[in-house]
């Protein structure tokens, strides 16, 4: 692979056409990452849509066996199952493998999981990092929810909380373009007085709020629930304990809200736990401003959180209130697994 201040790398999305695949297009793009050529692949059904890339019309092509061909960075933005279809292919062509649907985390591939934000908490990428690690290999890059969770984990462990929980509100885009649907499907015939189509959730998303999917929705909140907590785990190791987690679904398209609770052995002033959240690239609002929300963050590649506020019952508990652009955020952190990677390489 090519190094140094002026290489340029070809790069392939697969799934191009999944709402995570243009996002992560768009970062590549507003981050001015150093590419000659972005590959848009996909399921053949999807194959000769016209986009663009970087200002040019372009065609998602098919997905085909020598689609990695030349590629030094391949990302897997679409479904689970091409990623594990075709992870192999591409590792093997000699590009770094970046996934973002989870596929190699879930299935035990040898798969660097990777918060660049962490890196200078994270004894294994410290390490890594200090070590040059070389552009090359296989990178899990977590889920939003993940990458929350474990920034909060990281961040309050400073303090010696006695408990973490963290209640997260996932919107329908999590579940991609038909939860996106599904939600303005519903929306518009409730508002006409018709039944709802349920196909993603088996229950009615819209103007409500799920503690858990019909029986028909596959997987379940419960499962990605566990998913999630299996994934801090394995991510977190022994740098922090792993809070207490719970999903709510929410009707919302976009935007990752969540509200965590902790508690210490002693009272603790706000300030601190701000100034902690904030080294790991954490925003919070100024005095003053109003609390971000889904809206709000549109947009935005960071966890952004009001000012941080003390329980008015319990003396040592304070309340956390934050929301994440979900598309963004995940986008953001795959492509700068791949920044920090050609960072090392040129070491």
């Known amino acids: 692979m090519p190094s140094g201040p002026g290489s340029i790398y070809r790069v392939a999305i697969v799934g191009a056409s999944s709402l995570l695949g243009k996002e992560l297009k768009q970062v590549l793009e507003d981050r001015n990452f150093p590419a000659s050529d972005i590959v848009l692949l996909d399921e053949s059904a999807m194959a000769g849509t016209l986009t663009e890339a970087g200002g040019e019309a372009t065609f998602i092509r098919a997905l085909e066996e020598d689609s990695f061909e030349a590629a030094q960075f391949v990302f897997f933005a679409g479904s689970a199952s091409d990623a594990e279809r075709n992870w192999q292919v591409a590792a093997k062509s000699g590009a770094t493998v970046i996934d973002l649907t989870g596929a190699l985390a879930k299935s035990g591939a040898s798969a660097s999981c990777a918060i660049p934000s962490l890196a200078p908490v994270s ?17 899990a890059s977590p889920s939003p929810p993940v990458i929350i969770v474990c920034t909060l984990a990281v961040g309050l462990n400073a303090f010696a909380p006695r408990r973490v929980s963290v209640l997260l509100f996932p919107p329908v885009s999590e579940h991609g373009q038909a939860g996106v649907e599904e939600l303005e499907s519903q929306t518009a015939s409730l508002l006409s007085f018709r039944e709802t189509a349920q196909p993603v959730f088996d229950a009615q ?15 379940s909140l419960a499962e990605i629930r566990g998913g999630i907590a299996r994934e801090v785990a394995r991510y977190l190791g022994a740098l922090a304990p792993v809070p207490a987690i719970q999903l709510v679904q929410a009707p919302v398209f976009y935007g990752y809200a969540f509200a965590a609770y902790f508690e210490t ?22 005095p003053g401003d109003p609390p971000p929300t889904n809206v709000s963050v549109a947009g935005e590649s960071d966890i952004q959180l009001m000012r941080i506020e003390p329980d008015l019952s319990v003396p040592n508990a304070m309340w956390i209130w934050g929301v994440a652009d979900n598309l963004r955020l995940a986008a953001g952190n795959a492509v700068r697994i791949a920044e920090e990677l050609l960072v090392s390489s040129a070491h």
Request: glycine share 12%; proline share 7%.
């Open 123 to 139: 004894p294994a990428q410290k390490e890594a990092a200090e070590n040059g690690s070389k552009a090359g290999g296989v990178y």
């Open 205 to 219: 998303v819209a103007f409500n709020l799920l503690a858990r999917y019909g029986e028909a929705s596959k997987p």
């Open 265 to 286: 052995e002693s009272r603790r002033k706000p300030e601190p736990v701000e100034a902690a959240l904030v080294g790991l690239g954490v925003k919070i609002a100024r």
